[in-house]
């Protein structure tokens, strides 16, 4: 049955695509200095604390400010209550600077969607929908504001070549997570032959088709939860749903679009993750920045096999320069004034 839905499914998106625009896109010339784009990447932002980071974030004139997820912090069933904390976001003075003069597109976690780990059960994720849109500007008249779910995508072009953002949403088909048995624990995966959803049959579909496009250099995937970081360690992830991970691997593995990587928030946390076996021929990355306004430092990091470097607790935000004719992308770790924490290069071939 959820193959056949699937299939069905599969049939109605690619009819839909074949008149359909590219959703949002830029094209800057001139936005490209010494053939270097960059763009920041940041999650997890509690409108009532302190926001130390937009100064220095503008400071890298980004090309494009991508949230991660948890731009606000709203847990609530009150609409009136989270269109007034993304209100108190949208206007503070950091973030208000670098919005006049930056880009800003991303996509939602579990606490701008209004609910600590919250999934498809939760009841003004339609709403909820509405808000998440005013704050990123899109037009009332935007065919997105129609979709059940946020994901979408958002290309960057310039002279020299073009950059795919693939937004995801983790939480408006996501299926129960499980409840841990160990008190230490809040989550434990699900078993292999478990079919709850963690996309969503129409957001598969759509990812499978995003990812057959073949004209841009570099293709980033917006998750919000991390894929590749599968430890033990009772939060949320990818693996507890263990039959939508391996799908996730096949479908990376069937993609015919260049150069992906994965962006990741939620964990309060940043570090960068590497599957050099992923089977894409290149090195499979998710980096993960979260932690804006905070972090928990009292905790250690957990084990994560696939950790390149160390890893910080610190208020961090991510920046990603594309260098374009080269094929070469720098990731950096930075913090409080600016801080360099790590700094990752990877060479692609194509």
């Not at 709403?127 to 290309?155: C, I, M, N």
């Amino acid at each position: 049955m959820r193959q056949f839905l699937v299939f069905a499914l599969g049939i109605m998106v690619l009819v839909s695509c074949k008149n359909a625009k590219e959703q949002s896109s830029d094209q800057n010339p001139s936005a490209a200095i010494n053939d270097t784009l960059t763009f920041v990447f940041a999650s997890c932002n509690d409108q009532e604390r302190e926001q130390p980071l937009w100064d220095p974030i503008i400071s890298h004139k980004p090309a494009l400010f991508v949230w991660g997820g948890d731009n606000i912090y709203s847990d609530t069933r009150d609409s009136s209550k989270m269109r007034a904390d993304y209100e108190k976001q949208f206007k503070q003075p950091g973030y208000a600077k670098l919005r006049q003069q930056t880009k800003v597109i991303g996509t939602w976690d579990d606490h701008d969607y209004g609910e600590n780990d919250a999934g498809a059960q939760y009841p003004m994720k339609i709403k909820a929908s509405e808000l998440f849109w005013d704050f990123l500007e899109l037009p009332k008249t935007d065919s997105l504001r129609d979709q059940p779910g946020v994901f979408h995508t958002y290309v960057y072009q310039t002279e020299q070549g073009s950059v795919k953002f693939i937004m995801l949403d983790t939480r408006y088909y996501r299926d129960p997570l499980l409840k841990s048995d160990d008190p230490d624990k809040r989550y434990t995966p699900w078993p292999a032959d478990h079919d709850g959803w963690f996309l969503g049959p129409l957001q598969w579909v759509w990812l499978e088709n995003q990812l057959q496009d073949t004209a841009h250099d570099f293709t980033f995937i917006v998750s919000s939860v991390q894929f590749l970081n599968n430890a033990d360690h009772g939060w949320e992830k990818w693996g507890n749903f263990p039959a939508e991970h391996q799908k996730m691997y096949e479908v990376l593995q069937g993609a015919k679009s260049k150069n992906i990587i994965l962006l990741s928030g939620d964990r309060h946390h940043a570090e960068m993750s590497k599957d050099d076996n992923a089977g894409l021929g290149y090195p499979l990355l998710d980096f993960t920045s979260s932690g804006l306004t905070h972090t928990f430092p009292g905790s250690p990091l957990e084990p994560n096999e696939y950790r390149w470097g160390e890893g910080t607790k610190a208020i961090n935000f991510g920046v990603i320069k594309v260098h374009q004719a080269s094929k070469t992308i720098v990731f950096e770790i930075r913090g409080r004034d600016n801080v360099l924490i790590e700094s990752f290069t990877q060479q692609y071939s194509e």
